[in-house]
């Protein structure tokens, strides 16, 4: 089975301040895909990333980096300097090769505050 | 290129009436999948379908949900005698053919009301 795990249900910091969301995740199969959506207020799901299995490289993207650790099973997200803009609900999902289903975490409230 | 459309964006029912939701795929697309998110929850996985058939169904409530995908038309997610509890946001997904999950967009959704 797979599960997906987003431990802090809410943040908040002050603008600037950076942020780390964290993810856990578990599965038994060998190859397997991780992700971030951010949920804006407005509702709809934006795709921030997909990482592999294989790839353990940290990816940058602006203000955004992710942290995969496949040894402790988590693939975090931190915000540079974030800003008003970044408040969201971030959700982390996880899906399997052989498998067509994402697995989402609960996600986590952030609450960037001028 | 049009991405994946939901309507309505909003429903509300009374509580013992029926809610039909439609999902249109993104051009080129023929594999759908539903996904439901209660309140202040995470998204769940309901149901997988291709043209014409339903792939998983893992995650549908065994009554009152069912789901099709028809050859022509739109993606439907029916849910008869609606309750209170199914009020929720239900997105819809789609990939083309022999794409893996990672390759799916998401709709905009469809906000359920069950007054």
């Known amino acids: 089975a797979q599960k997906v795990t987003q431990a802090q249900t809410e943040i908040s910091v002050v603008e600037k301040e950076d942020v780390t969301l964290d993810c856990v995740y578990e599965t038994r199969d060998t190859t397997y895909y991780l992700f971030w959506y951010k949920q804006p207020p407005s509702g709809e799901l934006v795709f921030l990333i997909r990482r592999n299995s294989f790839d353990e490289q940290n990816e940058i993207s602006g203000r955004y980096s992710w942290n995969f650790q496949k040894s402790t099973s988590s693939f975090n997200f931190t915000i540079t300097a974030s800003q008003v803009v970044d408040s969201a609900v971030y959700f982390c999902a996880l899906s399997y090769n052989a498998g067509n289903m994402l697995t989402f975490g609960g996600g986590t409230r952030l609450m960037v505050k001028p | 290129n049009a991405g994946v459309m939901q309507n309505p964006r909003h429903l509300v029912r009374r509580r013992g009436q029926e809610a039909r939701l439609r999902c249109s795929p993104m051009?080129?697309?023929?594999?759908v999948y539903w996904y439901r998110q209660l309140p202040e929850e995470g998204l769940k996985f309901m149901v997988y379908?291709?043209?014409?058939?339903?792939?998983?169904e893992s995650g549908m409530p065994k009554e009152r949900f069912s789901a099709e995908f028809p050859k022509e038309g739109p993606s439907i997610l029916r849910i008869q005698q609606v309750v209170r509890g199914d009020s929720a946001a239900y997105f819809c997904?789609?990939?083309?053919?022999?794409?893996?999950?990672?390759?799916?967009?998401f709709g905009p959704g469809t906000r359920l009301t069950v007054t």
């Open positions: 379908l291709q043209k014409e058939n339903i792939i998983d």
């Open positions: 051009k080129g697309h023929s594999h």
């Open positions: 997904a789609s990939s083309r053919p022999g794409a893996s999950s990672y390759e799916q967009y």
